[in-house]
């Protein structure tokens, strides 16, 4: 069964600290993986993706990893502020068929206090 | 920012109403979805459309239906509202040429309450 599972399921860090996000997933075959965060009351936003062969990428304070062996990505995020307390989403998309098919993770509620 | 938009933003409505919710993008994008997200949840696709005149339900059993008139528009509706329809609906669109790409545009959400 294709799922994407995350932890922590929440979080509180303190402003200016970092953090690291985890999320796993048995989706296969697996086509690419993206972070989304979701403000409170807001609609999720892609903040970066992740392909096969990629391992890094940095999106200013965001930086995520992938380790396809394991099946197995971080989003690391950098001097926190404020304005990052959101739920962060994981979101495996399978290459299954033509049309693709997404998996969402159930999020990460970070809360970042001052 | 994404160029979509969902209305209304909130609804309290009584058990038994019918209830539309809308939403509509200026992207040009063929493929619009709506999204049930309840609070802790996953989100689960309760419909998608990858065009006009095609819609199809999701992987989430709704008794919601959708329509696909014009490109832009994708409106959901509640034919008879029920407490258990309380939740928050996400409706998203994503351009053709991105095949497998995952990239979803998200409105902001349309918080639906029924008591």
């Known amino acids: 069964k294709n799922q994407v599972e995350q932890s922590p399921q929440s979080l509180i860090i303190l402003e200016g600290k970092n953090c690291t996000l985890q999320?796993?997933?048995?989706?296969?075959?697996?086509?690419?993986l993206r972070w989304y965060k979701q403000d409170t009351g807001r609609g999720p936003v892609s903040l970066t993706i992740m392909t096969f062969s990629e391992n890094t990428k940095s999106n200013g304070r965001y930086t995520a990893t992938l380790d396809a062996d394991t099946k197995q990505s971080s989003l690391h995020i950098t001097a926190s502020q404020l304005s990052d307390s959101a739920s962060y989403i994981c979101?495996?998309?399978?290459?299954?068929?033509?049309?693709?098919?997404?998996?969402f993770g159930r999020g990460t509620q970070l809360t970042v206090w001052p | 920012e994404a160029d979509i938009y969902q209305t209304p933003r909130y609804l309290v409505i009584g058990t038994g109403k019918k209830i539309t919710l809308e939403c509509s993008q200026t992207m040009g994008h063929d493929k619009m979805y709506w999204y049930q997200q309840d609070p802790g949840m996953e989100l689960h696709l309760i419909h998608y459309s990858y065009g006009v005149n095609s819609t199809e339900k999701g992987d989430l059993s709704s008794e919601s239906t959708v329509s696909r008139i014009r490109t832009e528009h994708f409106p959901l509706t509640l034919e008879s509202a029920r407490p258990s329809h309380t939740s928050q609906y996400l409706c998203a669109s994503s351009h053709s040429g991105a095949v497998n790409t995952g990239e979803l545009f998200f409105g902001e959400g349309s918080r639906l309450t029924v008591l």
């Open positions: 979101v495996v998309s399978d290459r299954g068929s033509t049309l693709g098919r997404l998996y």
């Open positions: 999320c796993n997933y048995t989706v296969s075959p697996f086509s690419n």
